[in-house]
């Protein structure tokens, strides 16, 4: 199922160069060449303490592996790439193993410097001030209490990583959604309950620098977007900031050691959202010297809104800015039986990448360039990369079963029913990995090409170039017609490039859906890319009847659409140009040299139901700020969806699903443009479901 490349001798001997120019030890390092084969391997093991000897072989050009990451050129030496490995022991403890490239398995301390020789630098670890029950019960989540935090950390440290303290200040999970308080803390006013924040962060990094862990940062709160340690006002909560930071400042100082300190919030997509944060932390003089952000690319946004919004902050406020959290899918199935939050029935994520190891790298490498892009990129950590089954689930409830008892026993499920006292989310949902899907490792502990994107941002990655992701949307059509499947699929590579193709449709998949009546068809299909031939497939949801006359404008009649030029200058009208049409000959075309305002509508008679209205339109030239909308009107109920055009044959969608319509009457479906003069485009096939028939 998953394509794990193995690597010949090459480059195991860059991952030691790197790691020997970077000041890693090799330490336990499980090395495997085999000297025979090749005598360069060895001999750069046994010099290994030479570090100038190692440098002048320091690759300059890409090296081969099965996918394509870039060299980043100007990414800084001291760049962070880390990764949050907050759930690895209680991994270990639930019998899980890891392999390096070689097949070998990893010890205990061994998985951390396999990690470094494949260019992580710093780990992550969440803590929780007390994740247990009054029986003494484990929450779960990876039970990352101070003990075990402080024994990953001392691993990390072993194998030449820093370590970044995530500090929750919470018993459990703290997010966008929650942030519970701390039991201890429990019935606390805001004066005792920031004392008490403090003196535990100085008593907690005290145990882990005198343990021997290399804390080279830390996070004052974990995603504190609305609240921290059960404060909801921001007046308590920068109140809590302040003791945290305070804290931190003073065990370094008494320590002399440099400790980062980063504020860490989620959602950059939500509009004025950091800049408001910043600007309170400021107004409220905190110290802090990063601003951080978390960003899974199928819920945050783009990638430009990311560093805009964070480079707004750095150059704002004179701070270093990362991204705390990110991560993507290899694959849509679930290793463990425990839902995952990513699965194809996910509704509401968007996935621009590709579902593969190159799709990961793809992240990494995008969000690295964003990150760099704010002048004041600091790092990535990649979230939970080894959040793996405890047992792999092959669709048998006895599998999960087990599976359910060793989250119990070891804590290496999101949350075991022990939590649901303290988390009513919890209380209901218990259970494993909900990213064994978007972890580094396969469901049996081998490394994904993936987990190197790092390395490989350091030197480049080349692979034969091959298709990365090829996909139509699901289509709407009407029953008894053939489904009007897409010409041809965009072709995206995995060097980046992309290009289209022609599709060709099998024929009797096309005329079963048209005489299969209502109901859901796979339409398959096959497109030629890199010399090979390639299958696809159209998911397609035929409806009984589209409720819009000439929907397609194929027939210039002025009894079913009713055409309204609002500056009387004939700026549109039905024409015939297959130039400008999604489908058949007709569409509704405008262009003008001045102001144009229309309207398209006609007035349909509907039983009750629920429906879906939609179109499509394409176009340009429309300046920065075109009006168009499609819209369905009821009485005095408006439906509305804004839209846009980019430009020619690229077909916009706008739709509006689930209009409910009690009792019988007349609605008025149709769209609105206002545009400048010179601007142009066409819309077509419009149409009108019933959902619930
Ligand atoms: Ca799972």
């Known amino acids: 199922m998953i394509n794990r490349c193995r690597f010949g001798t090459k480059l195991f001997c860059m991952g030691l160069v790197l790691a020997l120019l970077t000041g890693c030890g090799q330490g ?107 029986a003494g019960h484990a929450y779960g989540g990876g039970n990352c209490d101070l003990t075990n935090v402080t024994t990953m950390g001392k691993w990390a440290t072993d194998a030449g990583m820093k370590v970044l303290i995530d500090f929750h200040y919470s018993d459990f999970w703290a997010d966008p959604s929650k942030q519970y308080c701390p039991k201890a803390w429990e019935g606390m006013d805001i004066d005792a309950k920031a004392q008490a924040l403090s003196e535990y962060t100085v008593e907690s990094l005290n145990a882990l620098l005198d343990a021997g862990v290399d804390v080279g940062m830390v996070q004052i709160g974990n995603e504190t977007t609305g609240g921290m340690a059960g404060e909801t006002s921001w007046p308590k909560m920068l109140q809590l900031f302040d003791a945290g930071s305070k804290a931190v400042r003073e065990v370094s100082a008494a320590k002399g050691k440099d400790i980062g300190i980063a504020v860490h919030f989620a959602n950059p997509e939500k509009e ?49 800015v990362m991204v705390a959290e990110t991560s993507y899918m290899y694959t849509w199935e679930d290793g463990d039986g425990s839902g995952n939050t990513e699965s194809r029935e996910t509704v509401g994520s968007v996935w621009d990448y590709a579902v593969s190891e190159q799709g ?17 990129g600091i790092g990535v950590f990649y979230w939970e990369p080894a959040w793996i089954p405890v047992q792999v689930w092959n669709g048998e409830e006895t599998v999960y079963l087990e599976n359910q008892k060793i989250w119990e026993t070891y804590g290496s499920g999101w949350a075991s029913s022990y939590s649901g006292g303290y988390d009513a989310d919890a209380a209901q949902y218990y259970g494993g990995s909900a990213v064994d899907n978007q972890a580094l490792f396969d469901f049996e502990g081998h490394p994904l090409e993936s987990l190197r994107t790092y390395l490989y941002l350091r030197i480049g990655a080349v692979a034969p170039v091959s298709v990365s992701r090829a996909e139509v949307e699901p289509l709407l059509g009407a029953a008894g017609e053939i489904p009007e499947v897409p010409k041809t699929v965009t072709v995206e590579y995995n060097n980046g490039t992309s290009e289209e193709a022609e599709i060709t449709w099998k024929e009797e ?110 176009g340009g030239d ?72």
Request: one cysteine or more; aromatic letters at 12%; glycine letters at 8%.
């Open 360 to 376: 990961q790298a793809d992240v990494i490498s995008k969000v690295t360039r964003a990150v760099l892009d704010t002048g004041a």
């Open 28 to 134: 336990g390092t499980d090395t495997t060449a085999d000297p025979a084969e090749s005598p360069a391997a060895s001999e750069e093991a046994e010099n290994a303490g030479d570090v100038t000897d190692q440098a002048e072989e320091m690759p300059t050009g890409p090296v081969e592996s099965s996918i394509f990451v870039e060299a980043v050129k100007d990414l800084p030496e001291d760049f962070i790439t880390g990764f949050d490995v907050s759930s690895y022991l209680t991994e270990r403890n639930s019998g899980v193993h890891f392999y390096d490239y070689d097949g070998k398995e990893l010890s205990e301390e061994g998985f951390f410097t396999f990690l470094r020789s494949c260019g992580v630098n710093y780990i992550r670890l969440r803590l929780w001030v007390d994740p247990y029950d009054e």
């Open 509 to 618: 998949d096309l005329q079963a859906a048209a005489e299969g009546g209502a109901g859901t068809y796979t339409v398959n299909g096959t497109y030629e890319a890199a010399g090979e031939t390639h299958a696809i497939s159209c998911q397609v949801t035929l409806n009984t009847k589209n409720y819009i006359v000439n929907p397609g404008f194929e027939t210039a009649t002025g009894h079913d659409w009713e055409i309204i030029d609002h500056n009387n200058i004939g700026c549109v009208a039905i024409e015939n140009d297959l130039n400008n049409v999604l489908s058949g000959n007709g569409c509704l075309k405008f262009w003008s040299e001045q102001d144009q305002s229309f309207t398209a509508q006609q007035v349909i008679h509907l039983e009750s139901g629920t429906y879906r209205f939609g179109g499509h339109l394409e």
């Open 272 to 320: 004025g959202k950091y800049k408001n944060f910043a600007y309170k932390l400021s107004a409220a003089h905190i110290d802090y010297d990063v601003f951080a952000s978390s960003y899974y690319p199928y819920w945050h946004g783009s990638l430009e809104n990311l560093t805009a919004v964070l480079k707004e902050v750095a150059d704002t406020y004179d701070k270093k």
């Open 622 to 693: 429309a300046g920065d700020s075109p009006v168009f909308f499609i819209f369905v009107q009821e009485g005095d109920m408006v439906y509305r969806e804004d839209t846009s055009v980019s430009s020619w044959q690229v077909w916009e969608n706008p739709e509006i699903a689930d209009i409910v319509i009690t009792g019988e009457c007349d609605v008025t479906v149709g769209l609105h443009a206002e545009v400048p003069g010179k601007a142009w485009g066409a819309f077509d096939d419009f149409y009108l479901y019933k959902l619930d028939e």
